[in-house]
């Protein structure tokens, strides 16, 4: 995820200088809000320069000695950046979709059409320029997510809970699907970066706002679908004083509904 000020960082894999050149160029006349960090000349040495920078983005060459962009893309089990193929070949569409490639373009790269992707990888990773004060695109804020080869983007309003199993979290959604990736629940919880998500236990991390009542006696929350949610005992305190916060300010759609079965109420 990039902060609304923040640049979207770039990197231009092509052997050929010239062709470097005119991709670099047409980003910085067409894209104002991408960086171009660095560019190589061989998958090599992108594969070197993605480890060291961790671009958001690869403008990536299909066609190239020893190594093609295709090859290279295979050596990395999970990936962290988009990619924008930028080739003169149509027939390796296909296999750029099989990759999950975020776009595929054509040179001469046209000027509308890079705009055009921009706007998309902009708009994906909430970095609208255009937004003006609005944090988040329509539909609320969204968690990118890579597993077993395929990228989700979750609202945040989806997630009901998530739940640690050693290096793997799984994500509860409100439809009843639950997605599991290789990360452990403090990274998730990074990655969510939302007051709304709240570390009830260390094996779970509960969105405040799906919360449907709360037992004082057995030290649960209690979700839409019927899960009972422990609360770590140090944990208590907090947690009631933040559903009491989310209660008098909610900045969700939905309305919160918390129960108790104390006598004097939650809000006691």
Known sequence: MIAMNQPIRCLVVDDEMPARQ?????IEKHCPHFQIVQT???????YLLIQELSPEVVFLDVRMPHETGL???DRFAERTFYVVFCTTYHEYAVEALRKQAFDYLLKPVDAMDLK???KRITHTLRV???AGDQKTPAGGKRVELITSGQRYFIRHAEILYIEA???YSTLYLLSGKRITVSKNLKRVEEMLSDSLFCRVHNSFLVRLAAVQSYSHRSGTLILPNGKQ???AVRKKEEVRK???GLMIGANEEEPLHVAAEQPQGLLS
């Not at 005119?22 to 047409?26: D, K, P, S, V």
């Not at 190589?40 to 992108?46: H, I, K, N």
């Open 22 to 26: 005119a991709i670099c160029r047409q």
């Open 40 to 46: 190589a000349s061989s998958a090599a040495e992108a």
């Open 71 to 73: 090859q290279l893309l």
């Open 116 to 118: 055009t992707c921009a």
């Open 128 to 130: 609208d320029p255009d």
């Open 165 to 167: 199993s050693g290096s």
């Open 229 to 231: 949610v422990p609360i």
């Open 242 to 244: 933040r559903l009491v």
